[in-house]
C-alpha cells in the first residue's frame, strides 16, 4: 500500500470523543441565544428539503406473458458465385480472390501487392 504524499494513513486508531471545554460549552451556549433572537430555533432538519412526487395514479398491473420483438431477421448466407478462394499473404492477411480477377491468385502467391 502505497501512501499520498504527506498524508499518514498508518494510524488506525479511531479518535476518541473528548470532553468539551467550558469556553465550547459557553460560545454554544451564546450561538443558540443569538440564533433565537433571529427566529432560528432548534437544529436543522435532516434530510432533503425537496419533495419527490408520485406519478402514480392507478395500481401497477403485471402480466405472465412476454411481448415478441419484431420479426427475426433474413441470416445472409454466401451462394458461391463471386470468390474464388482465399489467400492467406504475409502478416496471416485473409484476402478473398474473386473469380474475374485471376491474376490476384498469381500476385497473392508472389507476394506482390
Known amino acids: 500500500m502505497q501512501l499520498i504524499r504527506g498524508m499518514s ?4 486508531r479511531k479518535k476518541k470523543p ?4 467550558n469556553s465550547l460549552l459557553l460560545a454554544e451556549i451564546e450561538h443558540e441565544k443569538a440564533l ?4 432560528v430555533k432548534g437544529k436543522k432538519p435532516q434530510g432533503s428539503p425537496y419533495k419527490i412526487p408520485t406519478y402514480h395514479t392507478e395500481p401497477r ?5 412476454i411481448p415478441g420483438n ?22 496471416s492477411n485473409a ?16 507476394m506482390r501487392r
Not at 494513513?9 to 488506525?12: A, Q, Y
Open 18 to 21: 473528548g470532553k468539551k471545554r
Open 95 to 110: 484476402v478473398p480472390i474473386r473469380k474475374d480477377n485471376k491474376t490476384a491468385a498469381v500476385d497473392a502467391a508472389q
Open 36 to 39: 433565537s433572537r433571529l427566529g
Open 61 to 65: 398491473v403485471t402480466s405472465d406473458s
Open 70 to 91: 419484431g420479426t427475426k431477421k433474413d441470416r445472409q448466407t454466401y451462394t458461391g458465385t463471386e470468390i474464388l478462394g482465399i489467400v492467406t499473404t504475409h502478416k
Open 9 to 12: 494513513s498508518l494510524n488506525t
